[in-house]
């Protein structure tokens, strides 16, 4: 792509230069060449326009497909892997993503036919057609979907690594030993999560029961923070499904493990006139969904807007063209690559703070004298 981009460049240049260098041999032909110079000149900026257009819709189409969740791992560009697609639609379906051949073939399996279309599957015919409403949406049937697709593949691959990472660390804790290589890494990392998010929101009493919880959460979002950085296309905290589904679990934690104390201050909030006590249940009711709602849209909202801050940046290189101001946005790109470095710890932090906030106000003994 940038190869082409660059030639087009070229050839755009080459007739300015062109305009630029053809100067009239004589008088009669003055008036003729004046008339040539035009619409060369309109024709140029003409090309020029096409081809800012061109690299515009370019690099949109490559920020979306780095931010899209896929049924295939692409590693680079002609170097990917397909991975299984499973479906439900009159019975288990279970076939390779290699079938769609990334969405230009139609995949059949045991009669029934399937297109991708947008990064969903839908069902269809032989021809693989596709009814349209008046909003272009499609209106075939689509079965439901239990796919392995790239972010779900991600998730696997990061649990794993973190359950060996955490095992060869609590077997040393175990053995009475110092945690060697990565859990010297760990270790006081850990710690922090403890000493300072832990105890001081849940209080000593109950903090133990959610620490397991509270280290998942942490480092499986630094770690999945640190991977949407790589040029894999990894964006699986910036995914809202993801983000969701992790609210949703503190959600339910809080809930199941909250005391009489916590509902008592919902439904019946002490210390406060009979009259503002329905009122007064009615916002708490609200709150209580709210606070996972921030949770879900806070990390989704600003891992995704890292990712297409930092890629637009870069598509600007291309779409100016120069090399003087090239050496600029790329200072830009690396000064605001290491300011994603510090969001990803930081989002992190601030997910599994107010996690363990939300637990502690769930387990908090009120005194009502």
């Not at 896929?70 to 397909?82: A, C, L, N, R």
């Not at 949703?248 to 909250?258: D, N, P």
Request: glycine share 6%; net charge negative.
């Amino acid at each position: 792509m940038h190869n082409n981009m660059f030639s087009k460049l070229s050839v755009s240049l080459a007739l300015v230069g062109a305009m630029f260098l053809s100067v009239p041999t004589n008088a009669q032909d003055h008036d003729h060449h004046e008339d040539s110079h035009a619409v060369e000149a309109h024709e140029t900026h003409d090309h020029a326009a096409e081809e800012g257009h061109d690299v515009k819709a370019q690099i949109k189409e490559t920020i979306e497909h780095h931010l899209a969740d896929s049924y295939d791992f692409t590693i680079t560009e002609g170097v990917s892997f397909p991975l299984p697609v499973i479906l439900f639609d009159e019975g288990l379906k279970v076939f390779s993503s290699s079938k769609f051949h990334h969405g230009e073939s139609v995949a059949e399996v045991d009669g029934s036919y399937y297109v991708l279309h947008h990064s969903k599957v839908y069902k269809t015919d032989a021809s693989g057609h596709l009814t349209m409403d008046e909003h272009h949406h499609p209106t075939n049937a689509m079965p439901l979907d239990f796919s392995i697709t790239k972010n779900v593949f991600m998730i696997l691959v990061m649990a794993i690594f973190m359950f060996f990472l955490f095992k060869g660390a609590a077997k040393a804790y175990k053995n009475g030993q110092t945690p060697r290589k990565a859990g010297r890494f760990l270790e006081p990392l850990i710690i922090y999560v403890r000493d300072e998010i832990a105890i001081p929101n849940i209080g000593e009493k109950h903090y133990k029961k959610y620490m397991s919880y509270l280290l998942t959460v942490f480092f499986f979002i630094w770690f999945m923070n640190l991977a949407g950085m790589t040029p894999l296309g990894i964006n699986v905290t910036g995914n809202i499904t993801i983000t969701f589904s992790l609210a949703l679990i503190t959600f339910l934690i809080t809930q199941v493990s909250a005391n009489k104390h916590y509902w008592m201050h919902i439904f019946w909030m002490p210390g406060v006139p009979v009259v503002l006590k329905p009122i007064m249940a009615i916002i708490e009711l609200i709150g209580l969904f709210v606070k996972p709602f921030s949770l879900m849209i806070r990390l989704y909202a600003n891992m995704l807007a890292g990712h297409v801050v930092l890629m637009s940046i870069i598509g600007l290189i291309f779409v100016f063209g120069s090399w003087l101001i090239s050496p600029a946005f790329f200072g830009l790109t690396l000064v605001l690559s290491l300011l994603e470095l510090l969001v990803a710890a930081l989002q992190a932090y601030i997910f599994t703070m107010l996690t363990a906030l939300y637990f502690g106000s769930a387990v908090e003994e009120h005194d009502h004298h």
